[in-house]
C-alpha cells in the first residue's frame, strides 16, 4: 500500500523505488527549502538565519492552496541572504520527531525561528495571504519586501531629506540656494544613504523638476519590465522612492505613462 505524498515527483520517486523506472517528469523549480530530521538542525537551528517553517502534510488541502504562495515567498525572499523559507513534511514517518518536539497537531503549522532566538519560535497564526504572510516576515526581520517582490515604498527614504525635498519647489527662487545648501550639508552626515539624494538634489537644480519626471519614466520601466536581476530592481526601487519625494505630481505622470506605454 502507497503512504507517501501526493504530489507528481512522490510518485514518481515510489515508482522508481519499486521498478527502477525514472519518469520523465519536469519537476518545477522551487526555492523553498526541503527540511527533514536530519537537516533540521543545520538549517532551522542555524543562529545566523531567520528561518519561516511550514509543518504539512501531503494529503492536507490546506496546505496544498498554501504551496504556490510559499513558493512565490520564498522566490521573493531569496535574495535576501539571512531568511529562508522552509518546508518540512510533518506527516512522514521519518519527521515524527520534529513533529511532537514542535507540537504539530493542524496542518498547516507555520513557525517562525528567528535568528538568535532559536530556543523560542514565534507560531503565526494570521491568514496564510502573501500579504499578511509577507507583512509578519518583514516585521520580524526588519526587511521591507512588498507582495511581488520589490521593496516597498520607504526602503532608501530620509525623513529630514524628504521635508527639504518637497520644500525645494514651493520656496521663492531666491532661497533654492539656502535648501540645496543645508540638504548638501546633512547628506554628508549620512554617508553612502544619502549618495542619490545628493545627485537628485544637484540635477534638479541644474535641469529642474522635469528631470524628475524623465528618470522616474527610465527606473519605472526597469521595474515593470522585471528583466533585472533582483539587486539591480531593489536598487532601482530605492531610487524611485527617493524621487518620489521631489515633485510628486511629475513622479505620478511618469508613472502612468510608463503604464499607459506598456
Not at 111 to 119: D, E, I, L
Request: with cysteine; charged share 30%.
Amino acid at each position: 500500500m502507497y503512504e507517501g505524498g501526493r504530489e507528481l515527483e512522490d510518485f514518481a520517486s515510489f515508482i522508481k523505488e519499486k521498478t527502477g523506472v525514472a519518469a520523465r517528469i519536469k519537476v518545477p523549480h522551487s526555492d523553498v527549502v526541503v527540511v527533514d530530521t536530519d537537516s533540521f538542525q543545520k538549517i532551522v537551528m542555524d543562529e545566523t538565519k531567520d528561518v519561516f517553517v511550514a509543518f504539512t502534510a501531503p494529503w492536507c488541502g490546506h496546505c496544498k492552496a498554501l504551496k504556490p504562495i510559499w513558493d512565490k515567498i520564498a522566490t521573493y525572499y531569496k535574495n535576501d541572504p539571512n531568511v529562508v523559507i522552509a518546508v518540512v513534511d510533518a506527516h512522514a514517518s521519518q519527521n515524527a520527531r520534529l513533529r511532537e518536539q514542535h507540537g504539530v497537531n493542524a496542518y498547516p503549522t507555520l513557525k517562525f525561528f528567528p535568528k538568535g532566538n532559536k530556543a523560542e519560535p514565534i507560531k503565526y497564526d494570521g491568514y496564510n495571504w502573501e500579504d499578511k504572510l509577507m507583512a509578519f516576515i518583514n516585521e520580524q526581520t526588519g526587511l521591507h519586501r512588498a507582495p511581488g517582490g520589490l521593496l516597498d515604498d520607504v526602503v532608501g527614504r530620509v525623513a529630514s531629506l524628504d521635508t527639504l525635498a518637497q520644500s525645494l519647489f514651493a520656496a521663492p527662487a531666491n532661497t533654492r540656494d539656502s535648501i540645496y545648501a543645508e540638504a548638501t550639508g546633512a547628506i554628508g552626515k549620512l554617508g553612502t544613504e544619502g549618495a542619490y539624494y545628493a545627485r537628485v538634489f544637484k540635477k534638479v537644480m541644474e535641469d529642474g523638476e522635469d528631470w524628475v519626471a524623465k528618470e522616474t519614466k527610465r527606473l519605472t520601466s526597469i521595474v515593470t519590465k522585471r528583466n533585472a536581476p533582483q539587486s539591480k530592481l531593489d536598487e532601482v526601487k530605492i531610487k524611485l522612492n527617493i524621487l518620489s519625494a521631489f515633485v510628486k505630481e511629475k513622479v505620478e505622470e511618469a508613472v502612468e505613462q510608463v503604464k499607459e506605454e506598456l
